[in-house]
């Protein structure tokens, strides 16, 4: 299994909507990350955990809350979220340098 | 800090022709470079990877060559197919931490 799924694929909600994004591999990696991807640019990193630990938060706003519930899961939580946060939102698992991303959740905030 | 850059947004090339696609960076402490495809709707791709010990490498119908002297690396894609039209993203790869390119839209004319 070298993929990594992501749930779900299109999301909208609204500003004052709580929600969450999944992630899950089964690769045996044991870093994993999310990355944020407006149209027409490149991924920006947003937080990576290594071990289950968060070693990473590249100044994300409060309201994107990440979570590692164990080594093969990764959530998003998303709360009171602006119309400007509406994006592609990438996982990815790394392992010895090479960095498997998933599908990618679409969303929309109205 | 490091920073990723390529020349040219948008690239369209005849079906069958060869492609390049460059990539210029600075301040690299450690030259470890992927190439990364996306597919509309997707998530990134990896394609092939250098490191700073290469100035060259070569997959199927791929070559990556790195130039550390000028900071600067190229994707040359042989016999353009269809399959190829995508955006391409060069990446610096620091200890599992990677940073984006600008990415290149690549279309190719049947």
């Known amino acids: 299994d070298t993929e990594v799924t992501q749930t779900p694929k299109h999301l909208v909600m609204g500003m004052t909507n709580k929600k969450s994004l999944k992630c899950e591999q089964h690769m045996g990696h044991r870093a994993m990350y999310w990355y944020k991807q407006k149209a027409k640019k490149p991924p920006e990193l947003m937080f990576v955990?290594?071990?289950?630990?968060?070693?990473i938060n590249e100044s994300v706003p409060s309201r994107f809350s990440p979570e590692c519930p164990n080594s093969s899961l990764l959530n998003l939580h998303l709360h009171a979220l602006q119309p400007e946060d509406s994006a592609l939102y990438l996982c990815?698992?790394?392992?010895?340098?090479?960095?498997?991303f998933g599908e990618g959740s679409r969303l929309t905030v109205l | 800090g490091e920073s990723v850059g390529l020349h040219l947004p948008t690239l369209s090339v005849q079906e069958g022709d060869n492609s390049i696609i460059n990539c210029a960076y600075s301040n690299s402490a450690s030259d470890y470079f992927i190439w990364y495809k996306q597919e509309s709707g997707k998530g990134p791709q990896f394609i092939i990877d250098i490191r700073s010990n290469m100035d060259k490498r070569q997959g199927q119908r791929v070559t990556v060559l790195l130039n550390k002297t000028v900071k600067h690396l190229s994707l040359q894609i042989a016999a353009t197919q269809p399959g190829d039209s995508a955006v391409y993203f060069c990446a610096h790869n620091a200890g599992n931490m990677l940073t984006f390119g600008g990415g290149t839209r690549l279309m190719v004319k049947p």
């Open positions: 990815a698992s790394a392992q010895d340098g090479e960095l498997f």
């Open positions: 955990y290594s071990y289950e630990k968060l070693s």
